[in-house]
């Protein structure tokens, strides 16, 4: 009878021990996922100096229509922050693996157009900031 109880408590330690284990496995897989689902941020300056190195990029403005018009980084395409879905940024943007440089006016909407892009595929997706850093000349859409 005590050999039989012994067994049973070792079969129920070691079942105990083995969710504890492959529940631990699992939360750390989670982890390293949302490492590698993420963006790079740098400043400005930084940006340009790797867009300069950088042979095939997209440089994607993600304020609305009106301020990009206004005046944008050359060689800049525009998706609207707030409403851009991921079919808008695969018309734009065809390769997933393609370095990706965003910006905005001052930081905050490139950094949540990182995390949506991140979000729908792409794996090279750098947030640069915002234009109010950048200090070259602008180019601007001509109205009619």
Same mark, same amino acid.
């Given at each position: /009878?005590?050999?039989?109880? !012994? /067994?049973? #408590?070792? +079969?129920? @330690?070691?079942?105990?021990?083995? %969710?504890?284990?492959?529940?631990?496995?699992?939360?750390? @897989?989670?982890? #390293?996922?949302?490492?590698?689902?993420?963006?790079?941020?740098?400043? /400005? =300056?930084?940006?340009?100096? %790797? /867009?300069?190195?950088?042979?095939?990029?997209?440089?994607?403005?993600? *304020? &609305?229509?009106?301020?990009?018009?206004?005046?944008?980084?050359?060689?800049? @395409? =525009? +998706? &609207?922050?707030? &409403?851009?879905?991921?079919?808008?940024?695969?018309?734009?943007?065809?390769?997933?693996? $393609?370095?990706?440089?965003?910006?905005? *006016?001052?930081? *905050?909407?490139?950094? $949540?157009? !990182? =995390? #949506?892009?991140?979000?729908?595929?792409?794996?090279?997706?750098?947030?640069?900031?915002?234009?109010?850093?950048?200090?070259?000349?602008?180019? *601007?859409?001509? &109205?009619?």
């Amino acid at each position: /009878m005590c050999y039989n109880f !012994s /067994m049973k #408590k070792f +079969l129920f @330690v070691s079942i105990f021990l083995n %969710l504890v284990l492959i529940a631990c496995f699992a939360k750390e @897989v989670k982890i #390293k996922e949302a490492v590698v689902n993420t963006f790079k941020s740098v400043s /400005m =300056q930084e940006g340009i100096k %790797l /867009m300069a190195d950088d042979k095939d990029f997209i440089l994607l403005d993600v *304020r &609305t229509p009106e301020e990009f018009a206004s005046g944008h980084i050359p060689g800049a @395409v =525009q +998706l &609207t922050n707030e &409403t851009f879905t991921k079919e808008d940024a695969e018309k734009v943007i065809k390769n997933k693996k $393609q370095s990706i440089y965003v910006y905005c *006016r001052s930081g *905050r909407r490139s950094k $949540q157009s !990182s =995390q #949506k892009l991140v979000e729908f595929g792409y794996v090279n997706v750098i947030e640069i900031g915002g234009i109010l850093e950048y200090a070259e000349k602008l180019e *601007r859409n001509e &109205t009619k």
